[in-house]
């Protein structure tokens, strides 16, 4: 088969019978089933590791009045149900 390898890769016997059994109840080979789930996997994961590198480059590249003190912060949230509880910090 063109564009493809062979992997061998060790799983636990709760995986292999379930992979079986999904295979068997849906006509679907268990190297296409093996396949789906990887292909669906890495797209979830290269999306929230593309996430959270935008991320961490926006704050490295962010003015630093663009965010709250943390102090500030605790202190808003220890006002939370007083009497004189502080507006949000700004």
């Given at each position: 088969?063109?564009?493809?390898?062979?992997?061998?890769?060790?799983?636990?016997?709760?995986?292999?019978?379930?992979?079986?059994?999904?295979a068997e109840s849906t006509g679907?080979?268990?190297?296409?089933?093996?396949?789906?789930?990887?292909?669906?996997?890495?797209?979830?994961?290269?999306?929230?590791?593309?996430?959270?590198?935008?991320?961490?480059?926006?704050?490295?590249?962010?003015?630093?009045?663009?965010f709250i003190a943390h102090?500030?912060?605790?202190?808003?949230?220890?006002?939370?149900?007083?009497?004189?509880?502080?507006?949000?910090?700004?």
């Amino acid at each position: 088969m063109s564009g493809t390898l062979t992997l061998s890769v060790r799983i636990s016997d709760d995986l292999k019978d379930g992979l079986s059994r999904l295979a068997e109840s849906t006509g679907r080979t268990k190297s296409f089933l093996a396949n789906e789930a990887l292909r669906r996997y890495l797209k979830q994961e290269s999306w929230q590791i593309q996430a959270i590198q935008e991320t961490v480059q926006n704050v490295e590249t962010a003015s630093e009045d663009a965010f709250i003190a943390h102090e500030s912060v605790e202190q808003w949230l220890a006002s939370w149900g007083c009497e004189n509880e502080m507006e949000p910090p700004r």
